[in-house]
């Protein structure tokens, strides 16, 4: 691995037990410290390379390496926010937050001091006693962030976690987010369909090809997001060009 990157994948295949190929030769290092977006076109194995990493399934051949070393199932470096939530319905956002931490073994008292920390940052101060389902989705989906800021992992693996909100929910909540993990240096792994979420949000775009998913094309959008408001760069030029640019990538496996 070279000394930027923090997860190097290596020959990765994906074969399920229905014979069907989800990604063949994916090769990629991931950068310490950004935001990489994997994009592509439906079905390509966005969801399913996350996974991959994330240790939650097996690759059918080659290797992921994390901080150096070969993984071989789910760890305190990778956390993980998930599209649908994954919240316990029967806990309070209090426990949600605090689980990782529990299952980790860390006192009680701590671990409820952390994630109280954790649930004021991403603005739910005052909702500790809920239950998800008091919950908008939006809401949910910052107690998703809340767990994952409170194990403190280098790597945070994001599944698509803005689409189940509405368009000025999902906008609130990318800015909300680049503005939490600006100064903590963590790397995260972030999947969506939509190409202009990707262009706003990306340090880093990794194009999928149709499936088996390999990766056909890097983009670093290089977009300033710093003293400019959110409208101001979705209405630039360079913004909008990276949107066709990765469109005319894209549309060749729709033809």
Known sequence: MSADSIVKLKDIGKIYDTGVEALKD??????????????????????????IIGGLIDA??????????????????????????????WATILRNVAF??????????ERLDIARKYIKEVGLEGFES????????????????ARALTVDADIILMDEPF?????????KFQEDMLDLLQNRRKTVIFVTHRIEEAAYLSDLIVLLSARPGSVS????????????????IRRDKNYLDIIDNIWRELKVYLC
């Open 163 to 171: 689409s189940s909100v509405d368009e000025q929910t999902r906008r």
């Open 100 to 109: 990782g931490l529990e299952l980790r073994g860390v006192p009680k008292d």
């Open 26 to 51: 994916v090769n990629f290092e991931f950068p310490v410290g950004k935001l990489s977006t994997l994009l592509g076109p439906s079905g390509c194995g966005k969801t399913t390379l996350l996974k």
């Open 60 to 89: 059918t051949s080659g290797e992921v390496w994390v901080n150096g070393k070969p993984i071989s199932g789910p760890g305190p470096d990778r956390a993980f926010v998930f599209q649908d939530f994954a919240l316990m319905p």
């Open 217 to 232: 094309q890097v983009i670093k959008p290089d977009i300033d997001h710093s003293g400019k408001c959110p409208d101001e």
């Open 130 to 145: 809920n239950y998800p389902h008091q919950l908008s989705g939006g809401m949910r989906q910052r107690v998703g962030l």
